[in-house]
Structure formats: structure tokens, C-alpha cells
T-cell receptor, first 115, second 110 residues
Framework: DGGITQSPKYLFRKEGQNVTLSCEQN?????MYWYRQDPGQGLRLIYY???????QKGDIAEGYSVSREKKESFPLTVTSAQKNPTAFYLC??????????????FGEGSRLTVL | DAKTTQPNSMESNEEEPVHLPCNHS???????IHWYRQLPSQGPEYVIH???SNVNNRMASLAIAEDRKSSTLILHRATLRDAAVYYC???????????FGTGTSLTVIP
């Protein structure tokens, strides 16, 4: 079945460590996104990518980095510079603004806890 | 950047219609209005979207004001499975970004 796979589902990290969250999609979508969600809050955009080898900062990019070397993969690295990384991270993809409805498809999320 | 505002919470009795409002007074002419819903500890799922005209699908209806500064998601008969946080978002057609609002937490009372 087509969809978005995020891993790991749960991750614990010590302060000062970098951690990379994986996001893979087999929907042949051009655009991919990373969102952060804090308890009781809405989603905030971290980074997005419309095509391979290109990505743009969202509203809260500080302390995060991404890469888009392949169409199907958009990993997110939470660096030690991120002051409050404990959150629920969601990856999404869409066909892009020139194709289809632009509907977002989400993964199941990765919950990161800093100890 | 266009943003949306929604009530924090709403309640509905089971099997009754629910109208979830959303204000987007700074919407641009090319922004699509999307609605998603999210269950606890899950990713959001698409519900419906529209540009200017009212839209219907198997899950819900979307009523868009004539000036496009507000919209309403209509669940025709609420079920317990409809209890979720509903997000009204705008799709930025120039940058392909999706801006999420605060969401409305819908409680369905049996």
C-alpha cells in the first residue's frame, strides 16, 4: 500500500545529542513537509521541499536541518541547537501545487523526548 | 501570511449536525481552504477542500462565504468516531505551504 512511513515512532535523546528522524513516501509526491506539534497545540511548519535537492525554511526552522537527496526521502535532523526539542513530529507529502488537489498525506508521527 | 482562527472547542450530540466555523480574513485569491482532522497521537487526515464554491464529499460539506473570509465545515450526522481536533488551513498556492490554524476540539456526546 502507498503511504508515508516515519521512524522511529518513539525516540529518547540526551541533551546535546543530534537525532535524525526518517520520513519515506512511496506516493511519488513532489512536495514533502515536516511539522512540529506540542501538547494541546496545532502544527507548526519546520521545513518543506517542493523538489529534490531543494528545501525551504518554515516558521520554526532554527535548530533543525533537512536534506532531500531522493524524491521519496526527507529526513529531519534535530540538532543540539534546538532548545526545546521534546515534541511530536509529523511528516507529510503532497502532489504539489501544479498537480492534483494538493491534499496532504501524513505519517503516523515520531515522538521525541529529551531526557 | 494568511492565517485562520477557529473556536478552541465545540460539543455536539450524536447523530445531530455539526457546524465548525473558521475565519480567514486575510485569504488571498489563490488560497484553497482545506480541512483536516486529527485523532490523539495520530497524523491528521484530509477531510475536504474548496476554493470558492461549496463542496460535498462522503465525509462532510464545506460552505464558503461569498467573500471567502470565512468557511464552515458541516458534519451532517455526528458520530462518536467524529470526535477529533479539526483544523482549517490555507494552502499557499505560491509557496505550496500549508498554514495550520489552532484547531477546534470536537466532543461528541452519546
Amino acid at each position: 500500500d502507498g503511504g508515508i512511513t516515519q521512524s522511529p515512532k518513539y525516540l529518547f535523546r540526551k541533551e546535546g545529542q543530534n537525532v535524525t528522524l526518517s520520513c519515506e513516501q512511496n506516493l511519488n509526491h513532489d512536495a514533502m513537509y515536516w511539522y512540529r506539534q506540542d501538547p494541546g497545540q496545532g502544527l507548526r511548519l519546520i521545513y518543506y521541499s517542493q523538489i529534490v535537492n531543494d528545501f525551504q525554511k518554515g516558521d520554526i526552522a532554527e535548530g533543525y536541518s533537512v536534506s532531500r537527496e531522493k524524491k521519496e526521502s526527507f529526513p529531519l535532523t534535530v540538532t543540539s541547537a534546538q532548545k526545546n526539542p521534546t515534541a511530536f513530529y509529523l511528516c507529510a507529502s503532497s502532489k504539489g501545487r501544479t498537480r492534483g488537489t494538493g491534499e496532504l498525506f501524513f505519517g503516523e508521527g515520531s515522538r521525541l523526548t529529551v531526557l | 501570511d494568511a492565517k485562520t482562527t477557529q473556536p478552541n472547542s465545540m460539543e455536539s450530540n450524536e447523530e445531530e449536525p455539526v457546524h465548525l466555523p473558521c475565519n480567514h480574513s486575510t485569504i488571498s485569491g489563490t488560497d484553497y481552504i482545506h480541512w483536516y482532522r486529527q485523532l490523539p497521537s495520530q497524523g491528521p487526515e484530509y477531510v475536504i477542500h474548496g476554493l470558492t464554491s461549496n463542496v460535498n464529499n462522503r465525509m462532510a460539506s464545506l460552505a464558503i462565504a461569498e467573500d471567502r473570509k470565512s468557511s464552515t465545515l458541516i458534519l451532517h450526522r455526528a458520530t462518536l468516531r467524529d470526535a477529533a481536533v479539526y483544523y482549517c488551513i490555507l494552502r499557499d498556492d505560491t509557496g505550496n505551504q500549508f498554514y495550520f490554524g489552532t484547531g477546534t476540539s470536537l466532543t461528541v456526546i452519546p
